[in-house]
């Protein structure tokens, strides 16, 4: 093959047009990857609008990918890495190894992350090329279109969980049943929590037993949703996977001493929580980042352990700029996933 598809967005707010670009070759360090399947993020949006610095155009994004390794770098075999292995490409999309959070071993907030789609070319396309550093492994349970979404969406709620403060046994709640919540319940369940799932409307209470949810509270109902958790005994943990600041911040009189509030959903709004509703009962708010590639690699093995798969709507390549419109007006319920 000498050229492949993309689908690039040519100005800051752009259209998406599909275009051919030659093949290249991958650098020391460095993967192709014959993309299968990538989702589509409302973060995109960042990059599409240029609401980031250092976005250049024309652009191609998408940072929830998963395919096969087509050709290795100079480096990467020794790796580990072959052709034809199965791997994703998440949000973290490699590090700088040098600024002070990666000389600590936190690279997920490296002060260089190379997000795909921002620091190289993104998923929205039939093939592209990425560090052994971003790479994580596809388990055999899980197809392409499930596994791609699990490298944004999947990770930061799963690792929101496991890196919270709950406990088996431990009422959490997610608030939210959208990309994000769908997934969050799932792997609530999953982990031993009693769970509580907090959406708009009670036509929503089915889907979330069918999720797995011990408990179902709708937020437009005469009770509050902090009354509601308090009936319950008080949350140790919120998952706000729901880009609404304001939704989040009515949770934190329903968490329990030392409870905490774990803010996944991105809002420019700020959060009105006052002081004193911290103080008095020890309680802890604190935003969380995605994951590395190992994160990743953990959340797709736990994934295939418990029969957890995201709901996915899939489209094809030429029809990405639909898909994104989708997306973005919300008609797309749960993930769009673009199959190159």
């Given at each position: 093959?000498?050229?492949?598809?993309?689908?690039?967005?040519?100005?800051?707010?752009?259209?998406?047009?599909?275009?051919?670009?030659?093949?290249?070759?991958?650098?020391?360090?460095?993967?192709?990857?014959?993309?299968?399947?990538?989702?589509?993020?409302?973060?995109?949006?960042?990059?599409?609008?240029?609401?980031?610095?250092?976005?250049?155009?024309?652009?191609?994004?998408?940072?929830?990918?998963?395919?096969?390794?087509?050709?290795?770098?100079?480096?990467?075999?020794?790796?580990?890495?072959?052709?034809?292995?199965?791997?994703?490409?998440?949000?973290?999309?490699?590090?700088?190894?040098?600024?002070?959070?990666?000389?600590?071993?936190?690279?997920?907030?490296?002060?260089?992350?190379?997000?795909?789609?921002?620091?190289?070319?993104?998923?929205?396309?039939?093939?592209?090329?990425?560090?052994?550093?971003?790479?994580?492994?596809?388990?055999?349970?899980?197809?392409?279109?499930?596994?791609?979404?699990?490298?944004?969406?999947?990770?930061?709620?799963?690792?929101?969980?496991?890196?919270?403060?709950?406990?088996?046994?431990?009422?959490?709640?997610?608030?939210?049943?959208?990309?994000?919540?769908h997934l969050g319940v799932q792997y609530a369940v999953a982990m031993g929590f009693e769970t509580v799932a907090i959406a708009r409307g009670a036509e929503k209470a089915d889907f979330a037993k069918q999720l797995?949810?011990?408990?179902?509270?709708?937020?437009?109902?005469?009770?509050?949703?902090?009354?509601?958790?308090?009936?319950?005994?008080?949350?140790?943990?919120?998952?706000?996977?729901?880009?609404?600041?304001?939704?989040?911040?009515?949770?934190?009189?329903?968490?329990?001493?030392?409870?905490?509030?774990?803010?996944?959903?991105?809002?420019?709004?700020?959060?009105?929580?006052?002081?004193?509703?911290?103080?008095?009962?020890?309680?802890?708010?604190?935003?969380?980042?995605?994951?590395?590639?190992?994160?990743?690699?953990?959340?797709?093995?736990?994934?295939?352990?418990?029969?957890i798969h995201p709901m996915v709507e899939t489209v094809p390549l030429e029809q990405a700029g639909e898909a994104y419109e989708r997306m973005l007006s919300g008609a797309a319920r749960f993930r769009?996933?673009?199959?190159?």
């Amino acid at each position: 093959m000498s050229s492949y598809r993309v689908a690039q967005v040519g100005v800051a707010g752009g259209g998406f047009e599909v275009v051919e670009r030659e093949v290249r070759q991958p650098g020391p360090g460095h993967v192709r990857i014959a993309v299968e399947a990538c989702g589509i993020c409302h973060s995109d949006t960042f990059f599409v609008n240029a609401g980031v610095p250092g976005v250049s155009f024309p652009l191609v994004t998408g940072h929830e990918i998963a395919g096969r390794i087509d050709a290795l770098g100079e480096g990467t075999s020794d790796r580990g890495w072959r052709v034809g292995d199965r791997v994703a490409v998440g949000w973290f999309g490699g590090s700088c190894g040098y600024c002070t959070p990666c000389r600590q071993g936190d690279f997920i907030v490296c002060e260089n992350l190379k997000v795909p789609g921002w620091a190289y070319d993104g998923g929205f396309a039939e093939m592209t090329v990425a560090p052994v550093d971003a790479l994580a492994r596809i388990p055999e349970g899980l197809s392409a279109t499930a596994a791609a979404p699990m490298g944004c969406a999947g990770v930061t709620t799963f690792n929101g969980l496991r890196r919270s403060a709950a406990g088996p046994g431990d009422l959490v709640a997610v608030l939210g049943l959208g990309g994000l919540g769908h997934l969050g319940v799932q792997y609530a369940v999953a982990m031993g929590f009693e769970t509580v799932a907090i959406a708009r409307g009670a036509e929503k209470a089915d889907f979330a037993k069918q999720l797995g949810a011990h408990h179902y509270v709708d937020s437009t109902a005469d009770t509050e949703v902090a009354e509601a958790l308090r009936e319950l005994g008080g949350a140790k943990v919120v998952l706000a996977t729901a880009g609404n600041a304001e939704a989040a911040a009515a949770t934190v009189e329903g968490l329990r001493p030392r409870g905490e509030l774990v803010v996944i959903g991105a809002d420019n709004a700020p959060l009105e929580i006052s002081p004193l509703q911290l103080l008095m009962s020890a309680k802890v708010v604190r935003g969380h980042p995605s994951g590395t590639a190992q994160d990743v690699q953990d959340t797709l093995a736990f994934s295939a352990l418990h029969g957890i798969h995201p709901m996915v709507e899939t489209v094809p390549l030429e029809q990405a700029g639909e898909a994104y419109e989708r997306m973005l007006s919300g008609a797309a319920r749960f993930r769009m996933v673009l199959t190159p």
